[in-house]
Structure formats: C-alpha cells, structure tokens
C-alpha cells in the first residue's frame, strides 16, 4: 500500500528543523510547537525562536518551494500556544512541585533550572519571567520553577503574558519584516536566525551587566 505524499512528509518531519516542521504542519504546527516548548519539560529541545523567525519570514512569501503562511492566524497561534504553555506549566509545577525535573536525566535540562532558579532569586518575579521568554531551555523550566517556588498566579500570569507576546509575536513580525523587505533572504537563513536568536538575548545579557554594574557600585 503507497503511503500518500502528504502523510509521507508528515511522517519524515524533523522537529528539531522549523522549515520540516512549517512544512508539515502549518500555522498549526507553531501553536503546538510553542504550547510544548513553554508548557511542557520535553519540549525544551524544539526550535522557538527559529521557528518563529522562519514562519514570519514565510509569510513574506520570498522563501523556496512555494511554501507561504498567513501572518494573521500565524500571530494567533503563536502567541496563543506561547501564553497558554507557560501558564500550563506553571500550574504543572505548583501541583507537582519539583517532582517533574527529579524525574528527568537530562543535563541540560536541569542547567536550565538552575538558570531559571537563579533568575527568579536574582531579579525578582515579575523581571525573570520576562527575561526567561528569550533565553531556550530556561523558558522551558522557569514556569514549573515559578510554580514550584510559589510565584503568586496573578504575579506570574501577567508577566507571563507581557513577555510572552513580546517574545511571540515580536520575532514572528521581525521575520516577516526582513522577508518583505529583502529579497532572496531565505538563501541566508541559517545566519540570519542565529543573528535573531542572539539579538533577542540581548535583553538577559544587558540586564546581567547592568546588575553587575550596580553591585560593584554598592561595593565600592
């Protein structure tokens, strides 16, 4: 029996690669992807700022093979599967507590809780949620963290929510932006989602330094 072509590609995605996946699943695929990245510990391998970037920069309709995206329902599901991961994770890890990351044997996985710990202890609640959003892996496990930790529900729901609409929809429309105003940019994605991934560290790496800057003023 053939398998048909649709299902086949289906089939063959590589989740780690945002142009397999936007391929094979859509607009949809990005809800998903986001919901499981921010809400769900095993998702903290998938590719979400690359993903978001590609399908902004998709919906320009300048990359190859034909494939294009609406950004209206792009937007949605991005920011709908960012807001409603996180939230669901936070509720996951004030259930569970710390129960959920002792299970899991991942290195890198517990790297990033400790990051997320650090964060939240360092800059406060409401700065730290929004500074994780931008940061892989620690956007992961910094929403079981909050809820684990205690992070009162109405604190972290609006500061999940501002950073997660700034990080979604913000590096959705900076991709979208260069596709439409760049021709032939898709030859260059590699490069240009590396250079977009650093950039939105920016705000994390501007506010270590500025603390830095501010403990060594306290010293002195």
């Known amino acids: 029996m053939t398998t048909p072509p649709h299902l086949s590609s289906q089939l063959a995605v590589n989740v780690l690669d945002a142009h397999s996946l936007l391929a094979a699943f859509g607009v949809l695929g990005v809800g998903v992807v986001m919901f499981a990245e921010t809400g769900l510990l095993i998702g903290f391998f998938l590719p979400g700022d690359s993903l978001l970037f590609t399908a902004g920069l998709l919906c320009a309709g300048t990359a190859d093979r034909g494939l294009k995206l609406s950004l209206a329902p792009l937007l949605v599901a991005a920011a709908v599967g960012a807001l409603a991961g996180s939230q669901c994770g936070y509720l996951l890890g004030r259930k569970a507590g710390g129960a959920l990351l002792t299970r899991s044997r991942s290195a890198r996985l517990h ?66 932006a260069l596709g439409s105003s760049i021709t032939g940019i898709d030859k260059y994605l590699l490069p240009v989602i590396a250079l977009i991934v650093l950039v939105s560290l920016l705000p994390l790496v501007t506010e270590v330094l500025r603390s830095r800057k501010a403990a060594k003023e306290a010293r002195g």
């Open 111 to 176: 790297e990033g809780a400790q990051r997320a710990e650090e964060l939240l202890e360092r800059y406060g609640h409401a700065k730290a949620i929004v500074l994780a959003r931008f940061v892989p892996v620690v956007r992961t496990v910094l929403n079981p963290m909050a809820g684990a930790l205690g992070v009162p529900a109405r604190t972290f729901t609006v500061w999940q929510v501002t950073g997660g609409l700034v990080w979604s929809i913000g590096l959705t429309l900076a991709g979208y």
